[in-house]
């Protein structure tokens, strides 16, 4: 079993930067693929980045490329994600996910196993 602990959520104003930490345990991190999704209110979740167990391999969604960064730590066995020029239309509730299938990187709710409890980030204009 995999725990997951997010932190770092908050609000921020448009342009604002923002980081978010997600903690692992409970199986070693390296075999572990790792993502950030978000969920705003009526919409579905949806894929924000994954990082392949390596952390040699990165995807992005179309909104966020170029904007937001992940990353991961596999001595600290946490992954991050660097939120920048936020917009507020990136106010959502985002979840850290973990799947022990991937080997490389993947975009669906579906492939990723564990999930952390999700932090609200909200952006005002």
């Known amino acids: 079993q995999v725990q997951l602990v997010e932190s770092g959520g908050g609000l921020v104003q448009a342009g604002d930067s923002l980081r978010r930490s997600c903690a692992a345990s409970?199986?070693?991190?390296?075999?572990?693929?790792m993502a950030w999704f978000r969920q705003a209110p009526g919409k579905e979740r949806e894929f924000v980045a994954t990082?392949?167990?390596?952390?040699?391999?990165?995807y992005y969604a179309d909104s966020v490329k170029g904007r937001f960064t992940i990353s991961r730590d596999n001595a600290q066995n946490t992954v991050y994600l660097q939120m920048n020029s936020l917009k507020p239309e990136d106010t959502a509730v985002y979840y850290c996910?973990?799947?022990?299938?991937?080997?490389?990187?993947?975009?669906?709710?579906?492939?990723?196993?564990?999930w952390g409890q999700g932090t609200q980030v909200t952006v005002s204009s």
């Open positions: 996910a973990a799947g022990i299938r991937i080997f490389t990187t993947a975009r669906s709710v579906r492939e990723y196993d564990y």
């Open positions: 409970g199986r070693t991190f390296g075999s572990l693929a």
């Open positions: 990082i392949s167990r390596s952390g040699g391999s990165t």
